[in-house]
């Protein structure tokens, strides 16, 4: 099946700080990637859609200036937490769809100390 | 998207066949069920998915209802590895290039025991 990557898988930085999660189609093109967060023992929650040329486009209740979204390529989507904080400490996962099946990254564990 | 009901949680003795439910019972014509699991700290991972008629492929059975109100997802020999929490999705099919996001409700926690 398609493969999806993300990095980094895991990071820990200090409040304040801005991280920034690659998300990657490695062997297909995607114009549209999805970004999902996902809190302990709860479901995935979409955060934005990122298309691929154009802005992304932002589930009600998510800052769009805090999680910055770039999608410069047909295989590259990227999210930036700005100013993080501890209550940004989630579970990132990202999503990219060919032919009707999502495939999903492995997601990146942001620990905001 | 059409909502759907899962139970929270299931167990199931390892070489044994899991079957899990998931009841859809306000789906339209043109909505597909699909089938979605996630391992403790990765990225859901896609299972099958099908409209009308029953689905196999090498990782599980897909049962659908006639009247389509109800789903059945079959691991037909359960492992430890299929220990996750297992989501069932209703949404629309979409055409290339015309993607949309997956609504995930809370799932099915399996719990393949030795």
């Known amino acids: 099946g398609a493969v999806v990557s993300q990095h980094p898988s895991r990071v820990i930085c200090k409040s304040g700080t801005s991280v920034k999660i690659e998300c990657r189609s490695l062997d297909f093109q995607a114009t549209t990637m999805f970004w999902y967060r996902q809190f302990p023992k709860k479901s995935l929650m979409l955060m934005a859609t990122?298309?691929?040329?154009?802005?992304?486009?932002?589930e009600q209740g998510v800052e769009k200036d805090k999680f910055l979204i770039n999608h410069a390529s047909l295989t590259l989507s990227t999210l930036t937490v700005t100013s993080a904080h501890p209550e940004d400490s989630s579970f990132y996962i990202c999503?990219?769809?060919?032919?009707?099946?999502?495939?999903f990254g492995p997601g990146t564990r942001l620990t905001v100390l | 998207d059409a909502k759907t009901t899962q139970p929270p949680s299931m167990d199931c003795a390892e070489g044994r066949a899991a079957n899990l439910p998931c009841n859809h019972s306000?789906?339209?014509?043109?909505?597909?069920v699909y089938w979605y699991r996630q391992i403790h700290s990765q990225g859901p991972q896609y299972i099958i998915h099908g409209l009308k008629n029953n689905e196999t492929n090498e990782m599980a059975s897909l049962i659908i209802t006639e009247d389509r109100k109800s789903s059945t997802l079959i691991l037909p020999h359960a492992t430890l590895r299929d220990t996750a929490v297992y989501y069932c999705?209703?949404?629309?099919?979409?055409?290339?290039?015309?993607?949309?996001?997956?609504?995930f409700g809370s799932g099915t926690q399996l719990t393949v025991l030795p």
């Open positions: 999503s990219a769809e060919r032919t009707a099946e999502q495939f």
């Open positions: 999705i209703v949404r629309l099919y979409i055409s290339s290039g015309s993607a949309r996001q997956l609504t």
């Open positions: 990122s298309n691929e040329g154009s802005k992304a486009t932002y």
């Open positions: 306000t789906i339209s014509g043109n909505e597909y």
